[in-house]
């Protein structure tokens, strides 16, 4: 038997490497659990798994509506953005198409491009930042797809509403470009939104359950999408895709706002306190507004003997190497208590070097 060439080629993807008795800040999962409303909804559906789930998502997309005010039928849900992000892949990407996004975002990007037969092309980016400039540099005649991640990760950065516009402008209209906000609840209200932008008929914009809301198990991502590319998508999509457990789960999250909120103010003033420590013993760390911080040593060796040393007090970060950040460990930001030991483990690990 011989699987296709395009998926022979293809690297296994990267898991995080995490020995049970690790304490994980390797994945960007929520700091705490999902509301307790979310937790009694998804118990109560429990009853109901004997039938197959809402194919329509009809009251997940209701709630998304109530805070987001995005138009009803725009809305698909998938499980877990991951699954939108491949069939917008496997809708718009082929054999000799091109993808571009920036030069350190989400690998998954990529993995979804390739799992198309399609070849994508990296636009550098400033000080761990999406450029736009390159991006629009990046892009040639075979390109069909730009993805960017806003705030990106692993970097954290991001970039306002006025550059994304830009980057709209400056792209072909028959690119479409898909603005993954997975980590948008940790921005919001630091700028206008984005959601608009997808009226213009060519562009796209992700969000997920599993950061603010923390329900990365349940997998739940959604996107607004303009109707063109949503009748495409849904060939795409399992008609089944999210579990009537996870569709009442997530529901009760999103009309739990202000859970979610106090969720991001938790974790935004532990990380910011996270940093300044950081900082202190001389590491470099962009600003962040997601749940998570990258951590640049001086060298690929000293990022590997950082990450031993966090192993061995049982803290497991990520490595960067699959991302061309080999002199950076990328941080998720757990409890308080989780965080103070990391920067202890890394005040240590400093004090060491001297
Ligand atoms: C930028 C970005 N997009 C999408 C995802 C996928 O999220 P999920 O499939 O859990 O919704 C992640 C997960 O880490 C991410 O970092």
Not at 46 to 60: F, G, R, S
Not at 236 to 242: A, D, M, R, T, Y
């Amino acid at each position: 038997m011989k699987p296709v060439p395009h998926i022979a080629a293809l690297a296994p993807y990267a898991l995080a490497d995490l020995a049970p008795e690790l304490t994980s800040l390797a994945q960007n999962e929520s700091l705490r659990p999902p509301s307790p409303n979310a937790l009694e909804a998804a118990q109560r559906a429990l009853a109901e798994t004997h039938l197959y789930p809402d194919p329509d998502w009809t009251d997940l997309r209701a709630a998304i509506v109530g805070v987001h005010a995005v138009p009803s039928e725009a809305i698909l849900c998938g499980a877990g953005s991951m699954e939108l992000i491949g069939a917008l892949a496997s809708a718009y990407l082929s054999v000799g198409d091109r993808m571009v996004t920036t030069e350190f975002a989400y690998l998954y990007f990529r993995t979804a491009t390739q799992l198309s037969g399609a070849a994508f092309d990296l636009a550098p980016e400033t000080d761990l930042t999406v450029d736009v400039d390159a991006l629009i540099g990046a892009v040639g005649p075979a390109t069909k797809i730009v993805f960017v991640a806003n705030p990106g990760n692993p970097t954290g950065t991001r970039i306002g509403r006025g550059a994304l516009e830009r980057l709209r402008n400056g792209l072909p209209d028959d690119v479409m470009l898909v603005i993954d906000e997975a980590y948008g609840e940790f921005a919001d209200g630091l700028d206008a939104g984005v959601f608009d932008l997808v009226g213009r008929g060519n562009t796209a914009v992700l969000r997920t359950f599993s950061k603010a809301y923390g329900c990365a198990g349940l997998r739940v991502g959604w996107g607004v999408f303009p109707p063109a590319v949503a009748a495409e998508m849904r060939k795409i999509l399992n008609p089944n895709n999210v579990s009537g457990v996870s569709q009442a789960g997530a529901t009760a999250a999103m009309l739990d706002q202000e859970y979610m909120q106090e969720t991001v103010r938790e974790t935004a003033g532990i990380r910011d306190r996270f940093i300044e420590r950081i900082r202190a013993i001389g590491l470099g760390v962009p600003e962040s507004y997601t749940n998570f911080v990258i951590l640049t040593f001086d060298s690929p060796e000293d990022a590997i003997a950082a990450d031993e040393a966090l192993r061995a007090d049982e803290i497991a970060m990520r490595g960067m190497g699959g991302y061309g950040l080999a002199h950076c460990l990328r941080a998720t930001i757990a409890g308080e208590a989780a965080m103070d030991r990391a920067a202890q483990s890394l005040e240590r690990f400093a004090g060491g070097q001297q």
